[in-house]
């Protein structure tokens, strides 16, 4: 994927993993407009406001995106909320609903809006974010993994459909990247920049992978073809005694 002189839109952007790559995509001389539901601390960056569950709110930010950005050819769609659940509690439910809303509905919502533009244009680049632990999944978050794995699914899908088209669609599978608070509760996390050097010569390669999938994240992807998924269910499992009650 060329990353220079392109214009791109990067809903969920406004901090971690998609503000860090709206600054990379900037470096290498190309058009960034940041989406999300805050965008008052982005500074030197244009912004949209945009809410991926509400689907109103989706179909304003395309409107007045395209209207300013007719040629808006990259398109990232990464919100997310990443939230601990304990099964054994019904409470957990609204948890769970959340994460389904905004991190598998949302992208669903989100790419829906922008696929005819892209198809209409014959050419430009989606990507989706999903995760790891949608391949292998850490038990304490059980939602967020089933989101995540239904984000890869409807990638695969979204890619198989728009063949033929002249739309590219790469699906981002990170590992657990120091953003967030990530560093503090995960002393294995990557760190921000060194990922997104990792990204950046994946993505840039010709052609684009279907999947970026950086080193530490290969583990997960491939982790029931290495043959090692049980052990590192098992060992990802020893979470759940920080549960109340456990």
Do not use: C
């Amino acid at each position: 994927m060329d990353i220079t002189n392109r214009t791109v839109l990067i809903v969920g952007g406004t901090s971690g993993i998609g503000l860090g790559l709206a600054r990379r995509f900037v470096a290498a001389g190309s058009t960034v407009i940041v989406g999300g539901r805050n965008t008052r601390t982005i500074i030197g960056l244009e912004t949209v406001q945009i809410d991926v569950t509400d689907a109103d709110s989706v179909l304003r930010a395309r409107d007045e995106v395209l209207a300013l950005h007719p040629e808006l050819d990259v398109l990232v769609t990464m919100s997310g909320v990443l939230l601990m659940e304990d099964l054994r509690d019904p409470d957990h439910f609204a948890a769970a609903e959340t994460t389904i809303n905004v991190n598998l509905l949302g992208t669903i919502r989100t790419v829906d809006a922008f696929t005819p533009h892209f198809v209409r244009r014959g050419a430009g680049d989606i990507i989706t974010v999903s995760s790891g632990i949608g391949f292998l999944p850490f038990p304490l978050m059980p939602t967020y993994g089933a989101s995540k794995a239904g984000v890869h699914a409807y990638t695969e899908a979204l890619r198989a459909q728009l063949a033929g088209a002249g739309v590219t669609v790469t699906e981002l599978i990170p590992p657990a990247v120091a953003t967030a608070g990530q560093e503090k509760v995960n002393p294995a996390a990557l760190p921000l920049d060194g990922f997104l050097d990792e990204v950046i010569d994946l993505i840039t390669e010709n052609p684009t992978p279907n999947e970026i999938v950086v080193d530490a994240a290969r583990r997960l992807r491939w982790a029931e073809r290495d043959g090692t998924y049980a052990g590192l269910l098992e060992a990802r499992s020893r979470s759940l005694e920080t549960l109340p009650g456990r």
